[in-house]
């Protein structure tokens, strides 16, 4: 069994900042890619920003040069950088990340129970 626990989530001005993270437990033997999604009011869920286990980063457009994903792979832990927040920022955000809990055991597609992220001044 394993849970995304995230974390940092709250209100933010424009302009502002937030860190979100995203710590992986239960059975955990390695992490492929983690990344994060968000969910903004009538919308689809879409990709923020993704991160390999070698560290390679993608970002949607929307945030690239303001938001910063990286990992750290001994907490099992991914963080979200949010710099310069826009209120069209404002949204749920989901961690998902792709957990081996076991040698040779393929891995598992887990999601996070989000954290809202609201931008109003």
């Known amino acids: 069994q394993v849970q995304l626990d995230e974390f940092g989530g709250g209100l933010a001005q424009p302009g502002g900042s937030l860190s979100l993270s995203c710590t992986a437990r239960g059975s955990v033997f390695s992490i492929y890619r983690m990344s994060w999604h968000r969910q903004g009011p009538g919308d689809q869920r879409e990709l923020v920003a993704s991160?390999?286990?070698?560290?390679?980063?993608n970002y949607a457009d929307s945030v690239k040069g303001r938001f910063t994903i990286s990992r750290d792979d001994a907490k099992n832990t991914a963080y979200l950088l949010m710099n310069n927040l826009k209120p069209e920022d404002t949204a749920v955000f989901y961690c998902?990340?792709?957990?081996?809990?076991?040698?040779?055991?393929?891995?598992?597609?887990?999601w996070g129970r989000g954290t809202l992220v609201t931008v109003s001044s």
């Open positions: 998902n990340a792709e957990v081996v809990p076991y040698p040779g055991q393929p891995y598992l597609d887990v």
């Open positions: 991160i390999t286990h070698g560290g390679t980063t």
